[in-house]
Every structure is written in structure tokens, then in C-alpha cells.
């Protein structure tokens, strides 16, 4: 069985290529360490307020919130 641990280049990259199906082809199990699901998370929350996405202080600090706990 391959596994491989990604960090959260390939799979930014591979996202939006709307290509991330081929790490699966390659691997039979894909691990992602939290810190990599957090930073991942923590742009992807970011870029959309950013992004022009509305958002209120309480929501936004609740997300942050929740994206700690992971």
C-alpha cells in the first residue's frame, strides 16, 4: 500500500486544476497533517474576505475558532 504525506502546496495546486482525484490514482491513502489542513483552511477563510465575502467579526472569529480546534 503507498501512502504519501502532503503538505498544502500540491494540494492547493492540484485544486485548482480541479486535479486533486490524481493523488488517488497514485496513492492509496493521502495523510494531511493538521497543521497543513489548518493553513489550508486559514487561506481559504482569509481569501474569501479578501475576496469581497461578507462576513461578520463573530462569524469570522468563530471560524478562526473552530479552525484552532482541528
Given at each position: 500500500?503507498?501512502?504519501?504525506?502532503?503538505?498544502?502546496?500540491?494540494?492547493?495546486?492540484?485544486?485548482?486544476a480541479s486535479a486533486i482525484h490524481l493523488l488517488?490514482?497514485?496513492?492509496?491513502?493521502?495523510?494531511?497533517?493538521?497543521?497543513?489542513?489548518?493553513?489550508?483552511?486559514?487561506?481559504?477563510?482569509?481569501?474569501?474576505?479578501?475576496?469581497?465575502?461578507?462576513?461578520?467579526?463573530?462569524?469570522?472569529?468563530?471560524?478562526?475558532?473552530?479552525?484552532?480546534k482541528l
Amino acid at each position: 500500500m503507498k501512502t504519501a504525506v502532503v503538505n498544502s502546496t500540491p494540494l492547493i495546486y492540484l485544486s485548482k486544476a480541479s486535479a486533486i482525484h490524481l493523488l488517488y490514482l497514485l496513492y492509496n491513502e493521502i495523510l494531511i497533517p493538521k497543521a497543513v489542513y489548518y493553513d489550508i483552511a486559514l487561506k481559504l477563510l482569509n481569501k474569501l474576505v479578501l475576496g469581497g465575502f461578507r462576513i461578520s467579526l463573530e462569524v469570522y472569529l468563530k471560524a478562526l475558532d473552530e479552525i484552532e480546534k482541528l
